[in-house]
């Protein structure tokens, strides 16, 4: 059974930092394309960031340069650190794994990041 598990959201002022993290099982890990969406209320789900195997990264323009996603491969983890939070980023993040190659596509439940004074 594939799990995949946020952890880290909550509410930050402005300008602040959060961490979040995703811890993955069922899956192999390593060959999985790990990524964090996130869905503001009202509007569609977006990519923010994504790693791949062989640890390429991307990332919308949006948080470029204040976002930095990074995975463990050893700890099957997937993390996102988010630096100088704006309030635009509030929403709901959620956790992807995905092996193109075989179709397959998986995601946690979110987890929900607030940026407010």
């Known amino acids: 059974q594939v799990q995949l598990v946020e952890s880290g959201g909550g509410l930050v002022q402005p300008g602040g930092s959060l961490r979040l993290s995703c811890v993955a099982s069922?899956?192999?890990?390593?060959?999985?394309?790990m990524a964090w969406y996130r869905q503001a209320p009202g509007k569609e789900r977006e990519l923010v960031a994504s790693?791949?195997?062989?640890?390429?990264?991307n990332y919308v323009d949006s948080v470029k340069g204040r976002f930095t996603i990074s995975r463990d491969n050893a700890k099957t983890t997937v993390s996102l650190q988010m630096n100088s939070l704006k309030t635009e980023d509030t929403a709901v993040y959620y956790c992807?794994?995905?092996?193109?190659?075989?179709?397959?596509?998986?995601w946690g439940k979110g987890t929900l990041v607030t940026v407010s004074s």
């Open positions: 790693i791949s195997s062989s640890g390429h990264t």
């Open positions: 069922g899956i192999i890990f390593s060959i999985h394309t």
């Open positions: 992807n794994a995905a092996y193109n190659l075989a179709g397959l596509n998986y």
